[in-house]
């Protein structure tokens, strides 16, 4: 993420970032296993997916471990008390939806589809 910056994903991706301070925080990988199985309806609705931590991060949800040394960008959206986060990025770059706790992917699907650029999206698609 060194070169990716949020002005490079906007009007191209919606992100999803979850900040956690170590890799096996349980609130990380009980939201990791919540993703697990999402990669059709994440791709459908133009979602990057990003751990964060500290001092690395890594695109993807997997339990992989393919960190990278972080200058990371994102790193300053955390809210600075949060042990564990998630966030929504919209397509705009702004923060649609934060939590401190895992959260069940289908919130954020539905809270994509009910936006207006969501729904245009949907409409273009019709036939």
Known sequence: MQ?????EHRWEHRLI??????????LLQ?????????EAA????KLKVYQVLPDRYQAGFSKA??????ENPYLKRRHPQAAFEIQL???DGGIKSAHSQPINPQRFMDLIDSMPMRQAELRRRKP
């Open 30 to 38: 009980s939201q990791l296993e919540l993703l697990e199985g999402q």
């Open 17 to 26: 970032l979850i900040f956690a301070p170590q890799p096996d925080h349980p």
């Open 3 to 7: 070169s990716q910056h949020i002005s």
């Open 42 to 45: 994440l791709q459908d609705r």
């Open 89 to 91: 990025i919209g397509l």
């Open 65 to 70: 471990s393919d960190w990278k040394a972080r």
